[in-house]
């Protein structure tokens, strides 16, 4: 558990999943944290000054110590904090959960966000690249209630950016990526993530959320040529 | 019951060296099975059907993939010899974060040098030599990336090392003068016995590269 004296905050932004991760996992924990929300149109110097690096939101800051990449900052999370395991104890376990942790990241989302700025057959192709990938997620879901196995973990934490993101975000750009009757397994996991009291606590409200994300789409479409 | 390993694997990938690398700092020994690219075998294409990809270390007939995920699976199946992540989670999320800039950043800016011509591969050499110079300012006085023992973010670089005087060629430029630290600690970690063993020769890389910038249509 938590130290008295541990000092925790998090830089992060409200409707961000990376940032969400992180609240995730240390709700999980039980470890108490400032939030302190930032601005990346506008980045703060203290921003600047504790990810010089990639500049980018999150970073938790942990005894003055700043740590930045949701992945690592999770595992940061779990060796430092030890009850209420995110990541499996067995190596072989690990590196699975690893392993998809960041195809979410840098298959999925990578492939994912494309599909918001293409129009007409090219979108098409972009949705399809996309539901070839949720697929392989559809498949490890087979007999199975988190993507972790029998408990919510570290990939499920990790593709919270597919079960309420993406997913929120198909249905306003209007283009259903991840319909039901092709992926009646993800389907059925995010709604076992929703009975899960941190995660209902720990994601963004949905109409707050969806205004956003509509805000934000208009923006994209203004800028597209 | 004896250990069974195998790597799935291409001798001048930067990636592969990793893992030979890890594998030979714990002593296990290994079955390699080099792997053609062009003409993935059967086996490839079973144990990694998610990226296609090598390296893949297949344990006891189980297959990992990924380099980084493979030297954390050997640090944490064989955790006595020659520990290659620190024990402290600040250290650990520290040489995770390098590992993760070196394959976003380092390996995207190496692919313009090798893999593009004109205003992009002259892109790449800036962005490759800033990135070795934040490197070199990570690394400091320190002998290596961990402080004094070889380890995690030491094996996720050092293959590129094996790629210096390619990139060098096809740049037109000299990366000792511009990083006079992280040269010194590339020919330290040559030294090594696992490295030594398991990093190509330069000038095979060298050679080596004008073939694959045909078979990808450039030359
Ligand atoms: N790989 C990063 C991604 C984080 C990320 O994309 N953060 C965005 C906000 S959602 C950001 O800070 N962007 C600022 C920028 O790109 O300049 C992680 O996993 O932490
Ligand atoms: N992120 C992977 C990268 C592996 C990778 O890029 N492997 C290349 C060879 S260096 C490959 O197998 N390419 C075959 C292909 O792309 O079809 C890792 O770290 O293992």
């Known amino acids: ?225 | 019951m004896a250990d069974e390993v195998i790597l799935l694997d291409f001798w001048p990938s930067m990636f592969g060296m990793r893992t030979r690398i890890a594998l030979e700092e714990k002593n296990i020994k290994f079955d390699y099975r080099e792997q053609d690219l062009f003409n993935k075998s059967s086996i490839l294409l079973e144990m990694n059907p998610v990226h296609k990809k090598i390296p893949v270390l297949i344990h006891n007939g189980k297959p990992v993939c990924e380099s980084l995920i493979q030297i954390e699976y050997i640090d944490e199946t064989w955790p006595t010899k020659n520990p290659l992540l620190p024990s402290d989670p600040y250290q650990r999320a520290q040489a995770r974060f390098w590992g993760d800039f070196i394959d976003k950043k380092v390996y995207s800016a190496t692919r313009l040098i090798w893999g593009a011509k004109g205003e992009e591969q002259e892109e790449g050499k800036k962005e490759f030599i800033e990135l070795l110079k934040t490197l070199e300012s990570e690394l400091g006085d320190k002998i290596y990336f961990g402080g004094e023992t070889f380890g995690y973010v030491d094996i996720a670089l050092i293959g590129f090392y094996s790629w210096f005087e390619a990139y060098e060629k096809l740049g037109n430029f000299s990366i000792e003068p511009e990083c006079p630290k992280l040269s010194a600690w590339a020919k330290r970690c040559a030294q090594r016995e696992s490295v030594a063993k398991f990093l190509p020769a330069s000038d095979k890389v060298t050679k080596f590269v004008p073939e694959l910038r045909k078979k990808i249509g450039l030359e």
Request: contains cysteine; charged residues 30%.
């Open chain 1, 1 to 225: 558990m938590a130290e008295r004296s541990d000092e925790v905050k998090l830089l992060g932004m409200w409707a961000s999943p990376f940032s969400r991760r992180i609240e995730i996992a240390l709700t999980l924990k039980g470890v108490p944290y400032d939030f302190s929300e930032q601005d990346i149109t506008n980045k703060s110097p203290l921003l600047l000054q504790l990810n010089p690096v990639h500049k980018m939101i999150p970073v938790l800051v942990h005894n003055g110590k700043p740590i930045s990449e949701s992945l690592v900052i999770l595992e940061y999370i779990d060796d430092t904090w030890q009850n209420n395991p995110i990541l499996p104890q067995d190596p072989y376990e690990r590196a699975m959960a690893r392993f998809w942790a960041k195809f979410v990241d840098e298959q999925i989302c990578v492939t994912a966000m494309k599909v918001v700025g293409k129009i007409g057959e090219e979108r098409e192709a972009v949705v399809e690249a996309t539901r070839d990938l949720l697929m392989f997620l559809e498949k490890e879901l087979v007999q199975k209630d988190f993507l972790g196995g029998e408990s919510f973990g570290f990939v499920d934490i990790v593709a919270t950016l597919v079960a309420f993101w993406l997913m929120r975000t198909e249905e306003i750009v209007g283009v259903k990526v991840v319909p039901v009757e092709k992926f009646p397994k993800i389907h059925r996991w995010v709604k076992n993530l929703m009975e899960i009291n941190v995660i209902k606590k720990c994601i963004p409200p949905e109409d707050e959320h969806l205004s956003y994300i509509r805000a934000r789409m208009e923006k994209l479409k203004f800028k597209a040529p």
